[in-house]
């Protein structure tokens, strides 16, 4: 009995191993056959992990080779809070020799839940090696690279920013971030079970980005904003605008602005500041427009710079009266004094002689109502009201510079035109990006070589006539053209009696022009002539610019002699 009982244990016991054998071979089958694609798939993960290599930004020069903006190295601490044994030593350590705040870190590294939290980002790498000589648990780091502007307020609004994440987020760091951002690398690496690397088994290296050489000049833009800043304070403004052009090539030397910011604080800075005017903005030009009419009048030869009209202080135009800054009794005054006077009713009187439909035609001719095609992101094409709305009155207002929105970069293009012989460059900020020089610009005739003499003579006498609203922009040695604007700013029932845009926009020297720039006040208090807050600045942009460039005088009969 006791020997039969024995016997079926040991045949239960065989037929458990039995089974037990056969369910460990059929799931043996089954991860060899069914799941084995899927595991080793798992296993090959576990060991190869693919990295990306950043590629480092190009930097972004002036003219001369000087960086405006350009990559800095440092390094990014990382901890997984499930590796960390010491917490509280952790975040001691970091807030000594990082800076970080000890309690925010402190408590980041107890969460469980996460096996990544940054410690500090685009750290000193002298610190973190300090850090990492500590040998702490769960602590990593890895290189990244930080955007620097070496310049600060320099050309910020012109150059933008580049985010945490290496990308272009305003300006030329957005306009060209396909060429700056280049294309990151991988890199393949087997690792041990515990995560240590053994091996590198396939390194793609990075395309590093390309440099993009623009056409500003650091030490022209930086004297420009230290202008506007001066000429801001001076007048209670609220902000001002510069534009240099060099007329033989539409490369832009100068953009400046006033107030102006940090590109190193970007993120900190409201969105507001961060606006580029000279593109983005638009203004009424005022009397500065005047030059179209008459150019349009002097190529139909309807006017010379000779013509002469007996002029009355005030004309009408269908239901608007119309007068000139100052009172003043009947005169006889020839074209060239209408411009160099700046005579509204001058100015109104040749525009009827044009009619709408030929003034129309000038004003799309000189650029305005379109973008001018500058490399820069978020350009206005200005606000030109199409010839079917024109009423009555319409032919009084844009002549003399109302009713119609320009941006100083389509002004600033259209003088530098006149400067250029009479044709029109299309603007651009950037000249090269790395060794490819860019010279596909558009190029157009506005006004005949005659014709534009002529215009650049009678800017000469706003400039240089006793009686020309513009004398203040004349610099000693040097022949100055140019014209001055005073704009009544537009309300929603009108103009506003108190808010006015000063300007003055210039070429120097006129015989064979270097540069052309444009001075913009808005809402200066105490004057609000273009000829009294706009054309000092640009009488000292220009000099400097000169002597910068080495211009040589071309009237040195006209120096001051120092005693």
Known sequence: MRERQANRRI????????????AVLGRAAWLQGVEAARLGGMAHRQQHETETIAASRGTIYDRSG????????????????????????????????????????????LRRNTSFVYVERFADPKAVAKLMAKHFAGIDFYPEEKRFYPGNTVGAQVIGYAGTDGNGLSGLEYEYQKDLAG???????????????????????????????????RTIQAYAESVLRQTVAKWHAKDAVAVAIDPSTGGVLAMAQAPGYNANNANRVAQGLQTNHAVSDTYEPGSVFKVVTIAGALTQGLVTPQTTFSLNYSIKVADRTIHDAEPRSTETLSVAQILSHSSNVGAITIAEKLGDADLMTWIKRFGFGQTTGLDFPGESPGQVLPLDQWSGSTIGNVPIGQGIAVTPIQLAAAYAAIANDGVWIEPHLVGRIGGQALNDFKRRRIVSAPIDDEL??????????????????????????GKTGTAQKPTPTGYSDTKFVASFVGMVPVKNPAIVILVAV????????????????FAQIAKFSLQHLGVAPDEPQTLVKQP
């Open 456 to 481: 650049k003579q009678m800017l000469t006498g706003v400039v240089d006539e006793n009686t020309g609203t513009g004398t203040q922009a004349a610099i000693p040695g040097y022949s100055v053209a």
């Open 183 to 217: 294309k990151p690398g991988t890199k393949t690496i087997v690792r041990t079970p515990l995560g240590q690397a053994v091996d590198v088994i396939k390194n793609t290296p990075p395309r590093q980005g390309k440099a993009v050489f623009t056409t500003l000049d």
């Open 66 to 109: 000087v960086p405006l903006a350009l990559g800095e190295q440092t390094s990014t601490v990382y901890a997984d809070p499930r590796a960390v044994r010491q917490p509280l030593a952790v975040a001691r350590a970091a807030h000594e020799l990082l800076g970080v705040d000890p309690n925010a870190l402190y408590a980041a590294l």
């Open 522 to 537: 808005d809402e200066p208090h105490g004057d609000i002539y273009g000829g009294d807050v706009a054309a000092p600045a």
């Open 11 to 22: 045949r239960l016991l065989v037929a458990v191993f039995a089974v037990a054998f056969a």
